[in-house]
């Protein structure tokens, strides 16, 4: 490469106050000067003006994101450069607008450049000292555990996040004035990706409602502090949510873990609108420790409303209002079935304010102002209608209670008692347990359906 005329600068005026200059005309003169390397090309440089040049090696260019944006081979073509930029940028999230003019300065400056420049490049745009875009290895991703009184199941949940095979997240753990070793374990971890808190008990609500107002990341994931997340879990609900833009929440299909023991579970649907009309059926189409969403959606409705144990139904279904929402066909993640949950504890507190969702749902859907929690109890309780209500509720948490009692026994092998708790559930909740039990049965049997329908 001959040098050719020296490159002279132009002056600088007042639109260029805003605009940072990689390097002087005296450093890429004194640059393109330099002797030759072994591979027969010169050190990478920079141009002055807004774009950064490197020269690599043909066999290893290749496009990468954020930071490199676009590479060319041949000639340098500054017509062409910046509607191929554009091209480049149209399905990257984050990306700014381009102008033409903040691409290459023109005049004698860019044509100079041109003339000393051929083979295969890279182009990183810079503005105002910074890229446009985030950086390479910055998280894209928090995933957020509760936790109160998680011993001994927390150690194993954190190890599960910390696993992934998804690389760009960080973890952030909330300690919920927890009573037993779960802050002693919390303050045992070294890990540059975790972010551990310590609190009053304020409940699952208001904890919740934290984590979420201390994310910083697009896209936000929860967890449970007793269950276990597969390995390649973020990857693969990143991969739906960042392949499709109309997709704002994403969940998995689960299998129960009783001890060490993994147990079938519901199949959940993968369509928007049959999970929508399932959870409006006061069924369960979701796992709420599965879900990853765009963390500027949870925050436009306001995050958690309900300060129990209930308060997925409402937050998810308010979502589903605004977005879709899908299922994964894999599963993704262990939920831990014991008697220490605190759904399993609260099964009636549980079932009220599921209960309560609902019915908001459905006052939204006519336009019509909703109640808060404790009017709505005043109400749903009071009189011959409320005593009725009551006792729906307590024979619908019994048969939860009894089903995941069943649960349980037949995991430790105790047939008998899964017999009789089985039966007990269903007794409570006749309709709602047969359904559940065929849907786990169709789960675990798909060969013998396939057969069944010739």
């Known amino acids: 490469m001959r040098l050719g005329r020296p490159v002279v600068p132009r002056a600088r005026t007042p639109a260029d106050a805003g605009r940072t200059r990689s390097c002087g005309h005296k450093r890429l003169r004194s640059h393109l000067q330099r002797p030759r390397g072994r591979a027969g090309q010169r050190p990478s440089g920079h141009l002055p003006g807004s774009l950064r040049i490197q020269r690599r090696d043909h066999s290893r260019m290749r496009h990468q994101s954020p930071g490199i944006l676009a590479w060319r081979t041949g000639r340098w073509n500054s017509r062409r450069a910046p509607h191929a930029l554009r091209r480049k940028l149209q399905n990257e999230p984050g990306a700014g607008r381009l102008s033409p003019k903040r691409v290459l300065p023109l005049g004698s400056q860019g044509s100079s450049a041109r003339r000393h420049l051929s083979g295969p490049i890279a182009i990183r745009l810079v503005t105002n000292g910074a890229t446009n875009m985030t950086a390479p290895d910055s998280p894209l991703l928090t995933v957020a555990i509760p936790a109160y009184n998680a011993m001994p199941f927390l150690p194993q949940a954190v190890d599960s996040i910390l696993g992934q095979t998804y690389p760009r997240f960080k973890l952030l753990v909330i300690d919920d004035g927890s009573t037993d070793r779960t802050w002693e374990y919390l303050s ?152 220490d949950s605190g759904t399993f504890k609260a099964s009636r507190a549980c ?18 102002p909703e109640p808060d929690l404790q009017a709505f109890a005043d109400g749903y309780y009071k009189g011959l209608a409320g005593r009725f209500n009551r006792s729906a509720d307590w024979l619908s948490a019994s048969a939860m209670t009894h089903y995941r009692r069943h649960l349980i026994h037949r995991a430790r092998g105790a047939l008998l008692r899964s017999a009789f708790h089985i039966a007990a559930a269903a007794l409570c909740h006749p309709g709602g347990i047969t359904s559940r039990v065929r849907r786990v049965m169709e789960r675990v049997t798909p060969k013998r359906r396939a057969l069944d329908r010739y």
């Open 188 to 339: 045992s971890i070294h890990d540059p990706r975790v972010t551990i808190l310590q609190q009053p008990n304020r409940g699952p609500g208001e904890t919740s409602n934290r984590l979420l107002s201390l994310c910083d990341t697009p896209f936000y994931a929860r967890m449970d502090a007793d269950d276990r997340s597969l390995p390649e879990r973020l990857a693969v609900q990143m991969d739906l949510l960042l392949g499709r833009t109309s997709l704002g929440v994403v969940g998995s299909q689960i299998s129960y873990l009783v001890d060490e023991h993994i147990t079938p579970a519901l199949s959940f649907p993968t369509d928007h609108a049959d999970i929508y009309e399932a959870f409006l059926a006061n069924r369960h189409p979701m796992c709420n420790p599965t879900l990853l969403f765009r963390t500027a959606l949870a925050k436009s409705i306001g995050g958690y409303r309900i300060a129990g144990y209930g308060d997925d139904v409402d937050f998810i279904l308010r979502l589903c209002e605004i977005t879709e929402a899908t299922n994964t066909r894999e599963i993704l993640l262990y939920q831990r079935v014991h008697r």
């Open 351 to 368: 079932s009220l304010e599921n209960r309560y969702a609902l019915v908001c749902a459905k006052l939204r859907r006519h336009g019509l």
